[in-house]
Nanobody
């Protein structure tokens, strides 16, 4: 069984930056898609950014130009560099792996709070 462990969340002032990291608990499997989702209190979980095995990326409109997703296929890690953070970016951020074969794996979530 694969587990994902996220790190890098925290409290930051508006305009600041954070980098989220997500690593798998073991190696030996292939990942098709990697993504970051977020869920704010009282709201549904939403896709923030995704990257496929070929490096093709996709971002929700509200983070384009501010967030960058990247992955290391050899290490099975995914990162989310978040710049120019806004209070509306406050949420619990979850990483997600879509494994070859269709299995979906989720991390436990990491809190990002943007506040002065």
């Amino acid at each position: 069984q694969v587990h994902l462990v996220e790190s890098g969340g925290g409290l930051v002032q508006p305009g600041g930056s954070l980098k989220l990291n997500c690593a798998a608990s073991r190696s030996g499997f292939r990942v098709y898609g990697m993504a970051w989702y977020r869920q704010a209190p009282g709201k549904q979980r939403e896709l923030v950014a995704a990257i496929d095995s070929g490096g093709i990326t996709n971002y929700r409109d509200s983070v384009k130009g501010r967030f960058t997703i990247s992955r290391d296929n050899a290490q099975n890690t995914v990162h989310l560099q978040m710049n120019s953070l806004k209070p509306e970016d406050t949420a619990v951020y979850y990483c997600n792996f879509l494994l070859l074969g269709g299995t979906d794996v989720w991390g436990q979530g990491t809190q990002v709070t943007v506040s002065s």
